[in-house]
């Protein structure tokens, strides 16, 4: 009942004519190269499709009719998410979680009365991660498996609380903790993971402070969590629990949750950490361990797949409007004005794009996943010559992965493996002097770097909501005796989805996609590359 999904890299090529469809980097499909008439029209070619996902690989032959079942089973068998029945023998038990507060009774088949709450999930409940039928691999942000467009249905868990869990709630000790950097929305997630387990019954609630480092630092001790505790958290940003990039090895971690006694724990990063809580997972699963490891997405960056957004992501768009009006405020003031604004976006422009769609002001939309070029005749230089010429000022918003291969290579990285960045803002400004002063053109830049103001603010009434639901619903995913999963949001329903599938590559802006269409439609700039 659904298909091999074409976000973790898929291909299909035809084996008889050299056609060759390949995803660059779309939300949910690739970007096809067009077919021409001839092949559009020949219906009997011979196509294989590579569908890669952790170390998956499926080849599907399209003239086989039945090839739409091999496809639905492949996507079935990866999208089944890892349980503690999978090792273990063990028992489910009534849920301990109701919000119910009166008793609405019905007669059953034999006439006796019954509680009647329909608040639970059937663990055969579905979400429908694909909504949009395409009629061909050339419409915007088309997102097919056959060059037919073939409508093939993709389905996924979906989260909530069961009617059966796996953990006794006096048994359990439960652990959180954040990885990575911060992010708007922390607070908020940690704070709804511990009054969910409250509600469960749970009684051994900690914090492990500094991400991974936590668990091995001597230094650093456990934070015991309660309602009291983290009651007005979410009125603070960054974590109550502090944040750090890399950590011990997979091992030692283990060791260290082994050692405490933790049965269940809650891990907010981004892919990184997302990868680690599946290395995690697997030494858990290894040593037979009755451990949940649960994930939540936390990327300011909105790059993780598969996923509508993650937690701090509104948040960041909405405060980058600030930076973007002082910026257009600073250039509509000035004769030649020039802002320049940079925000955050390693591989992905997703908040540069949001932010230039919203702000409306935004003349020039640079991001990682488009190639531009600043000098020559098709230009940015050039394109700002123009602007200049026709209204007096311009404002720039750049993506801080955007442009890299015009800086040297960078050799460095950071803690958590990351190649360090070239400041692409600062380059551009200096590009942005020197031609205007090479061609005689008074310019004053205001170049604005938002980056520390943005992680650091406390998440929207929107993130603020979304936290809620993911914090709930992991809780609800450990209970339920899942294990190496993560929550999110898909295509407006909430659910689960094994690790694996999230971390294959980070989610990247299509350049077919109608929002970047939209987005250059609103900015008016023209082709740099």
């Known amino acids: 009942m659904a298909f091999a999904s074409p976000t973790n890299g898929v291909s299909f090529i035809g084996a008889q004519h050299g056609l060759h469809y390949t995803r660059e980097s779309s939300l949910y499909g690739f970007i096809c190269a067009r077919p021409t008439e001839s092949e559009r029209m020949n219906r009997n070619l011979s196509f294989t499709m590579d569908v890669r996902a952790g170390a998956t690989k499926t080849e599907i032959n399209f003239k086989d009719p039945n090839w739409k079942q091999h496809v639905e089973k492949d996507w079935d068998m990866r999208f089944n998410l890892p349980h503690l029945k999978d090792i273990l023998d063990v028992k489910p038990m009534p849920t301990t979680f109701s919000l119910k507060k009166s008793r609405i009774l019905r007669g059953d088949s034999y006439g006796a009365p019954v509680d009647a709450w329909n608040s639970y999930v059937n663990n055969d409940d579905r979400a429908l991660l694909k909504v949009i039928k395409f009629s061909s691999p050339t419409s915007a942000g088309a997102d097919c498996i056959d060059p037919d467009c073939s409508w093939v249905e993709q389905w996924v868990h979906r989260a909530g609380p069961r009617e059966q869990i796996y953990y006794e709630p006096d048994e359990v000790k439960a652990a959180i903790v954040t990885c990575g950097g911060l992010c708007p929305g922390l607070n908020d997630v940690i704070r709804q993971i511990v009054f969910t387990l409250e509600i469960y019954g749970v009684k051994k609630i900690v914090g492990i402070p500094f991400g991974y480092h936590g668990f091995f630092e001597k230094s650093l001790e456990e934070i015991p969590l309660s309602r009291q505790v983290v009651e007005t958290i979410n009125l603070a940003g960054g974590s109550l629990l502090g944040v750090s990039r890399g950590g011990a090895s997979t091992s030692d971690i283990v060791d260290s949750i082994q050692a405490r006694g933790i049965n269940m724990l809650f891990i907010l990063g981004g892919n990184g950490t997302h990868a680690g809580a599946n290395a995690i997972h697997n030494e858990c699963r290894k040593r037979r361990m009755k451990v949940s490891i649960v994930a939540v997405p936390k990327t300011i960056d909105n790059d993780i797949l598969l996923m509508d957004k993650t937690f701090g992501f509104d948040t960041a768009v909405e405060e980058a409007q600030r930076a973007i009006n002082s910026a257009y405020i600073e250039a509509h003031s000035a004769y030649h004005g020039i802002g320049l604004v940079k925000l955050m ?88 002097k020197q031609h205007f002063r090479d061609i005689n053109v008074p310019v004053d830049v205001k170049y604005i770097d938002p980056t520390y103001m943005i992680r650091a603010c406390c998440a929207n009434a929107s993130d603020a909501i979304l936290c809620t639901v993911l914090g709930q619903n992991a809780v609800h995913g450990a209970f339920a005796g899942f294990s190496g999963i993560t929550t999110g949001i898909c295509n407006t329903h909430y659910v689960y989805l094994p690790i694996p599938e999230v971390i294959t590559s980070p989610r990247f802006v299509d350049p077919n996609s109608r929002m970047w269409h939209r987005c250059l439609t609103s900015t008016g700039q023209p082709d740099f590359h």
């Open 345 to 432: 976006g390693r591989s992905s422009g997703f908040i540069t794009m949001h932010a230039s769609l919203s702000s409306g002001q935004i003349d020039v939309c640079l991001i990682p996943e488009v190639p531009f070029t600043l000098d020559g005749t098709y230009g940015v230089l050039r394109h700002l010559e123009n602007l200049l010429e026709s209204k007096g000022f311009a404002l720039i918003c750049v993506a801080e992965g955007a442009g890299q291969d015009l800086l040297p290579k960078s050799n460095t990285t950071d803690a958590s493996g990351n190649v360090v960045l070239n400041d692409i803002g600062v380059h551009i400004q200096q590009k942005i």
